[in-house]
């Protein structure tokens, strides 16, 4: 099972970085954070509440005990500026969805409002209560899954009645964003897409989302949008549609130099159906991964960022990392095993029994999908027959690193920068290479077409 970042673990946004709360109060925005952090808790300076935000009420973790608020023997829960002792105990979606609510009650609907609420479900440990588990799901570890993601609707429902009972729906764009997909390892499905949480593949990191509220134009409402959209993009979109950031030109992300400018674009235009094209054109994943247009260079990342190394994940592999890489069925996991509750005594072995395929290898070098024609990243053009002896990896390979050292450096002009020079790589070694594998068949994408933003 994972195993959460200690609260107490040196760190945190940079604090010369300006966030998105602290920009809102420029348009006097009330402000509140609840649920995980998972930011930073490195000295008092990085507390939420000293960071833009009116209140705030959760755990500064990584992951902590659903039903105790507590990480190992520590108890982990925060109000304001203090430890919150008194109010442990509750089960973590009921507690933080009690506080949403309470947070919307009381609240003056002539004050414009922000709410930044990041569930601890379904996050690790997978823990939930009787009040919400469905005794029809014959699979423990996914009914225990389900039951987490239950009790999560009902949060959103409870706080969407409140909005309307108070009438500011209307006037609201409500976001729903994961961080990434959801651990295909244990007992979350990214079906149709390939791998899941700790993979660059699209199954990792093209994630559920959708919006909705009354600011949306009619028009848009029951929509699919098809284009590309970063999470870091609504930082801009935010700020411009309370009035204090601009939707276009350079945006100072800090308060001190050597700090990157902000990457974000505006996609209120795109959201709102004004404009049918995304702004953006690409982005890195991580360190190991980049996207440009429809093309996307993923250089061995399968669990946590670690290397291949070569390895083969055969069907009697039990490796963890040889099922990052799987493509589930559309129920999975399919199967009990010993009583268990975790993947530490309930493996999911990726074989024909078991709803799933495994095929893992992209070798050391990297692998080159074209989503337009791939979206389940099938067909690796990077090792065709017909690419050149130019397709070399070295370039690639010392872009991406340079992307990971600029998060780092005392100059930088943004984590995006460095990506540009590498899609014009990535953009000439695709018309070297091989024409793009065939579209998928009904077998590759069974009944299901992969995850978009979807408006309400």
Same mark, same amino acid.
């Given at each position: 099972?994972?195993?959460? !970042?200690?609260?107490?673990?040196?760190?945190?946004?940079?604090?010369?970085? #300006?966030?998105? +709360?602290?920009?809102?109060?420029?348009?006097?925005?009330?402000?509140?954070?609840?649920?995980?952090?998972?930011?930073?808790?490195?000295?008092? $300076?990085?507390?939420?509440?000293?960071?833009?935000?009116?209140?705030?009420?959760?755990?500064?973790?990584?992951?902590?005990?659903?039903?105790?608020?507590?990480? &190992?023997?520590?108890?982990? @829960?925060? %109000?304001?500026?203090?430890?919150?002792?008194?109010?442990?105990? #509750? /089960?973590?979606?009921? @507690?933080?969805?009690?506080?949403?609510?309470?947070?919307?009650?009381?609240?003056?609907?002539?004050?414009?409002?922000?709410?930044?609420?990041?569930?601890?479900?379904?996050?690790?440990?997978?823990?939930?209560?009787?009040?919400?588990?469905?005794?029809?799901?014959?699979?423990?570890?996914?009914?225990?899954?389900?039951?987490?993601?239950? =009790? !999560?609707?009902?949060?959103?429902?409870?706080?969407?009645?409140?909005?309307?009972?108070?009438?500011?729906?209307?006037?609201?764009?409500?976001?729903?964003?994961?961080?990434?997909?959801?651990? *295909?390892?244990?007992?979350?499905?990214? /079906?149709?897409?390939?791998?899941?949480?700790?993979?660059?593949?699209?199954?990792?990191?093209?994630?559920? $989302?959708?919006?909705?509220?009354?600011?949306?134009?009619?028009?848009?409402?029951?929509?699919?949008?098809?284009?590309?959209?970063?999470?870091?993009?609504?930082?801009?979109?935010?700020?411009?549609?309370?009035?204090?950031?601009?939707?276009?030109?350079?945006?100072?992300?800090?308060?001190?130099?050597?700090?990157?400018?902000?990457?974000?674009?505006?996609?209120?235009?795109?959201?709102?159906?004004?404009?049918?094209?995304?702004?953006?054109?690409?982005?890195? @994943?991580?360190?190991?991964?980049?996207?440009?247009?429809?093309?996307?260079?993923?250089? &061995?990342?399968?669990?946590?960022?670690? #290397?291949?190394?070569?390895?083969?994940?055969? %069907?009697?592999?039990?490796?963890?990392?040889?099922?990052?890489?799987?493509?589930?069925?559309?129920?999975?996991?399919?199967?009990?095993?010993?009583?268990?509750?975790?993947?530490?005594? =309930?493996?999911?072995? =990726?074989?024909?029994?078991?709803?799933?395929?495994?095929?893992?290898?992209?070798?050391?070098?990297?692998? @080159?999908?074209?989503? +337009?024609?791939?979206?389940?990243?099938?067909?690796?053009?990077?090792?065709?027959?017909?690419?050149?002896?130019?397709? +070399?990896?070295?370039?690639?390979?010392?872009?991406?690193?340079?992307?990971?050292? *600029?998060?780092?450096?005392?100059? #930088?002009?943004?984590?995006?920068?460095?990506?540009? *020079?590498?899609? %014009?790589?990535?953009?000439?070694?695709?018309? *070297?290479?091989?024409?793009?594998? +065939? %579209?998928?068949?009904?077998?590759?994408?069974?009944?299901?077409?992969?995850?978009? $933003?979807? =408006?309400?």
């Amino acid at each position: 099972m994972e195993q959460p !970042t200690p609260g107490s673990s040196p760190g945190g946004i940079d604090l010369r970085m #300006t966030l998105i +709360s602290q920009v809102l109060k420029e348009a006097n925005y009330a402000t509140h954070f609840i649920g995980k952090g998972h930011i930073g808790a490195y000295s008092n $300076a990085n507390l939420p509440i000293n960071r833009g935000f009116d209140s705030h009420f959760g755990f500064l973790g990584g992951g902590e005990d659903h039903l105790t608020q507590k990480e &190992g023997t520590l108890f982990d @829960l925060w %109000r304001d500026y203090a430890p919150a002792y008194n109010e442990t105990g #509750t /089960y973590s979606c009921d @507690l933080y969805g009690s506080e949403v609510v309470s947070v919307v009650k009381k609240h003056d609907p002539t004050v414009p409002l922000f709410v930044y609420l990041p569930m601890h479900d379904t996050h690790s440990p997978y823990e939930c209560t009787a009040k919400w588990m469905d005794p029809n799901v014959d699979q423990s570890l996914r009914q225990l899954m389900q039951c987490m993601l239950t =009790c !999560t609707d009902n949060v959103v429902g409870e706080v969407v009645s409140e909005l309307k009972a108070k009438s500011m729906w209307d006037n609201t764009l409500f976001v729903w964003s994961s961080d990434n997909g959801g651990p *295909q390892y244990w007992a979350a499905n990214n /079906y149709p897409l390939r791998g899941g949480k700790g993979t660059d593949f699209e199954g990792g990191v093209q994630t559920a $989302a959708f919006v909705s509220g009354g600011l949306l134009p009619m028009s848009v409402r029951g929509t699919v949008l098809n284009e590309m959209i970063h999470v870091c993009d609504w930082y801009r979109t935010f700020g411009v549609l309370a009035g204090v950031l601009p939707s276009s030109g350079t945006i100072r992300g800090a308060s001190g130099s050597g700090v990157p400018t902000v990457d974000g674009l505006d996609m209120w235009p795109l959201v709102s159906g004004a404009n049918g094209t995304s702004p953006r054109t690409g982005f890195p @994943l991580s360190q190991f991964a980049i996207r440009v247009g429809n093309y996307k260079f993923v250089n &061995g990342s399968v669990h946590d960022h670690e #290397t291949w190394n070569g390895k083969v994940c055969n %069907r009697n592999y039990t490796d963890k990392d040889c099922e990052m890489g799987q493509w589930t069925g559309p129920t999975w996991p399919v199967s009990n095993c010993g009583g268990g509750v975790g993947p530490q005594v =309930c493996p999911h072995v =990726c074989d024909e029994t078991s709803n799933c395929t495994r095929n893992v290898e992209c070798s050391a070098e990297g692998c @080159l999908f074209d989503l +337009s024609v791939d979206p389940l990243e099938k067909h690796d053009r990077w090792h065709s027959p017909r690419c050149s002896s130019r397709c +070399s990896t070295n370039s690639l390979q010392r872009l991406l690193g340079d992307t990971k050292r *600029q998060t780092q450096g005392s100059s #930088t002009r943004g984590v995006l920068h460095r990506g540009l *020079q590498t899609s %014009r790589l990535i953009m000439g070694f695709a018309r *070297q290479c091989a024409p793009s594998p +065939s %579209r998928p068949t009904k077998n590759d994408l069974t009944s299901s077409a992969p995850r978009r $933003a979807v =408006c309400h």
